[in-house]
């Protein structure tokens, strides 16, 4: 059954190629979905998939990429919608 988790990223990482990342990571756990900087520095990450590919992808998020600080994160469950056919990067 798919799942949906929206999570937001605070700490140092914007700059630091977390979104595309983020990407790849999805890419590589079949997750689908969403990746975006936030105004107020944070990032925001919304996906949808296997509950399992999904945690993956929140322990991941807890570290991030070389470069990134991350301080927190923040989840949130959500109803899936199933409105993705892959993950991406929105500018």
Do not use: C, H
Request: aromatic content about 10%; overall charge negative.
């Amino acid at each position: 059954m798919d799942r949906r988790l929206r999570i937001t990223v605070t700490g140092w990482v914007q700059g630091v190629f977390f979104r595309q990342n983020t990407k790849r990571k999805a890419d590589e756990l079949g997750v689908m979905g969403t990746v975006r900087n936030l105004f107020d520095g944070s990032v925001e990450i919304v996906a949808e998939g296997e509950e399992d590919a999904i945690t993956q992808l929140v322990e991941w998020s807890k570290i991030g990429p070389p470069g990134a600080r991350v301080k927190g994160i923040d989840t949130t469950w959500e109803e899936a919608t199933r409105e993705f056919k892959d993950f991406r990067i929105i500018y």
